[in-house]
């Protein structure tokens, strides 16, 4: 069992910048797959960023790609989401997932195993 849990979600002007950080349980972080996701109101949830296990391979929404950053610190159990030039179609919840069986980074909600509460991310234009 892993407990994910997301924080610093706000609210930002466009064109500002946010950092939301996932903290997983346990000893074995280094052995997800972690994403992000979002969740904007009125849509469906939507693949935003994956890292793989070492953090030496990363994959990105289009919608976000040049904008965003995922990176993971394994000593730390953390993996984070840094958002620059934020628009305000980046309003959502915005949930971190673990995927532990395979190694590849998938895009699909069903391919995760875990998932936090969510943060909330406002972005006014």
């Known amino acids: 069992q892993v407990q994910l849990v997301e924080s610093g979600g706000g609210l930002v002007q466009a064109g500002e910048s946010l950092r939301l950080s996932c903290a997983a349980s346990g000893r074995t972080f280094n052995n997800y797959v972690m994403g992000w996701f979002r969740q904007g109101p009125g849509k469906e949830r939507e693949f935003v960023a994956g890292i793989n296990r070492s953090g030496g391979s990363t994959r990105y929404a289009d919608s976000v790609k040049g904008r965003f950053t995922i990176s993971r610190d394994n000593a730390k159990n953390t993996v984070y989401l840094q958002m620059n030039s934020l628009k305000p179609e980046d309003t959502a919840v915005y949930y971190c997932?673990?995927?532990?069986?395979?190694?590849?980074?998938?895009?699909?909600?069903?391919?995760?195993?875990?998932w936090g509460q969510g943060t909330q991310v406002t972005v006014s234009s």
């Open positions: 997932a673990s995927r532990s069986i395979f190694p590849s980074i998938s895009t699909t909600l069903s391919s995760y195993d875990y």
